[in-house]
């Protein structure tokens, strides 16, 4: 038997060399889908109230303006010297609140609201006055206004009311208006000459249950939502849809629309 050790090519016969091993094959990858990652957007600003100011004291205007400017969600777009001026503004600016004085020369600020709620225009008024039991403030309301306030109010009252008229509601203290209601409700103009105190017989009230009657009672004593809750042994919520079916069934803009509409007929009065 030989000693020679064996060959090197039968030595790696079968075996692959060092370096030249031939490649595996791998089945194809399968791509994994990923869960999709929601993007967050930023949320939209909120609107902010469009407010007109119409005063014939410039310093006023600018003091309201300071006051308004101060508020995230509030912005000034105009001011108006006059109410002729004002309603001109009303229409071409379209905001969504006018602070509009109701004592000017030239026109005043009851004709400026009589026109711009004859226009139609979604703009709610809001009068300043600087009586709580100016005559003139009373007309204001009775031609369309949404409230009053006076020119001496804090600056968080004056920047509440303006949000609460926006929103269709009524102004700042409704007591004020209910004193004003009183003082002057023996001088409306009742249809038939309805006397206060007795029963009402306007075609309007008669689309009222009897239940929306005697909220609108309450509405017109000056009642918030709350003690008109507590009053009749109901919730707010309760009292809140009655007191938007009262306003859609006499076509008033708001609360305080409703309060002059109860005294003119009569249903209410000193």
Known sequence: MSDLPEADGAASVGRPRAGKQRPVARPPAVPVEQPAVPVEQPAPAAARIR????????????????????????????????GA???????????????????????????????????????????????DLDEYAFAALRAGASGFLLKDARPAELTSAIRAVATGDAVVSPRVTRRMLEMFSGRLPAPGDVIPGEPATDPRLAQLTTREVEVLRTVAEGLSNAEIAARLFLSEATVKTHVGRILAKLEVRDRVQAVVLAYETGLVGG
Do not use: C, H, K, Y
């Open 85 to 131: 001026q004002g309603v001109a503004l009303t229409t071409a600016l379209r905001p969504d609140v006018v602070l509009m004085d109701v004592r000017m020369p030239g026109m005043n600020g009851i004709e400026a609201t009589e026109r711009i709620v004859a226009s139609g225009a979604p703009t709610r008024v809001l009068i300043l006055t600087t009586f």
């Open 51 to 82: 407010v007109l100011l119409v005063d014939d004291q410039a310093l006023l205007r600018m003091g309201f303006r300071l006051v308004l400017e101060a508020e995230d969600d509030i912005e000034v777009v105009g001011e108006a010297g006059d």
